[in-house]
Nanobody, 127 residues
Framework: VQLQASGGGLSQTGGSLRLSCAASVASGRTLSVYTLGWFRQVPGKEREFVAAIRGAVGIPYYEDSVKGRFTISRNNAKITMSLQMNSLKPEDTAVYYC??????????????????WGQGTLVTVSS
């Protein structure tokens, strides 16, 4: 799977941004077999889990600090994924990466279990 993220930018505290991730899948494969996730990273820190959405059923999982503010969605037919970010806070500032993989449920928050990554898009939230 090849991924390309877009949609980052600058927002004030309390504002909203929407990230998108376009995927291309090898012939004969379908995006629905992959768990799609969003991770973020700030300089000097490890990449951290933000949200993920599993396969065809589309069950979402969120990191506690973004629950109720962020919404992850996917469209397997259009091979895209989105992250709607509302009520943004300065601590949401980071480079955001989309990812695809086939992690077991207990490992869904671990970056090492995702095999494909987008190039990252910067989100900056000013106070």
């Amino acid at each position: 799977v090849q991924l390309q993220a877009s949609g980052g930018g600058l927002s004030q505290t309390g504002g909203s941004l929407r990230l998108s991730c376009a995927a291309s899948v090898a012939s004969g494969r379908t995006l629905s077999v992959y768990t799609l996730g969003w991770f973020r990273q700030v300089p000097g820190k490890e990449r951290e889990f933000v949200a993920a959405i599993r396969g065809a059923v589309g069950i979402p999982y969120y990191e506690d600090s973004v629950k109720g503010r962020f919404t992850i969605s996917r469209n397997n037919a259009k091979i895209t994924m989105s992250l709607q970010m509302n009520s943004l806070k300065p601590e949401d500032t980071a480079v955001y990466y989309c990812a695809a993989g086939q992690p077991i449920l207990s490992a869904i928050r671990q970056p090492s279990t995702y095999s494909s990554w987008g190039q990252g898009t910067l989100v900056t939230v000013s106070s």
